[in-house]
Nanobody, 126 residues
């Protein structure tokens, strides 16, 4: 089993920054691929950023490129999402997810992930 616990959400004004954390535990082999998804009210859950924790490859959806950075601290079993230049459209519940495999084709698909955190709310006001 894998357990994921997110933290770091909150409310900021447009242009501000937040850093989300995802603390992971459980089988390492089942969380090679770590990703952040978000879901706004009335919208589908979408992949925001992903990281292959073995080789370090990172993936981003187009709308966050240049603003968000995903990173990892292997000693702490934690993945981070640094979010800068936040926009009102970034408002959503953000979820951490884990999978045993990673690819640039599948990282954005919710069905690729077996484990999910409980989510942390990010609200950006204009």
């Amino acid at each position: 089993q894998v357990q994921l616990v997110e933290s770091g959400g909150g409310s900021v004004e447009a242009g501000g920054s937040l850093r989300l954390s995802c603390a992971a535990s459980g089988y390492t082999s089942r969380r090679r691929c770590m990703a952040w998804f978000r879901q706004a009210p009335g919208k589908e859950r979408e992949g925001v950023a992903g990281i292959d924790t073995i080789i370090g490859s990172t993936y981003y959806t187009d709308s966050v490129k240049g603003r968000f950075t995903i990173s990892q601290d292997n000693a702490k079993n934690t993945v981070y999402l640094q979010m800068n230049s936040l926009l009102p459209d970034d408002t959503a519940m953000y979820y951490c997810a884990a999978s045993g495999s990673c690819s640039d084709y599948d990282w954005m698909k919710t069905v690729s992930y077996n484990y999910w955190g409980q989510g942390t709310q990010v609200t950006v006001s204009s």
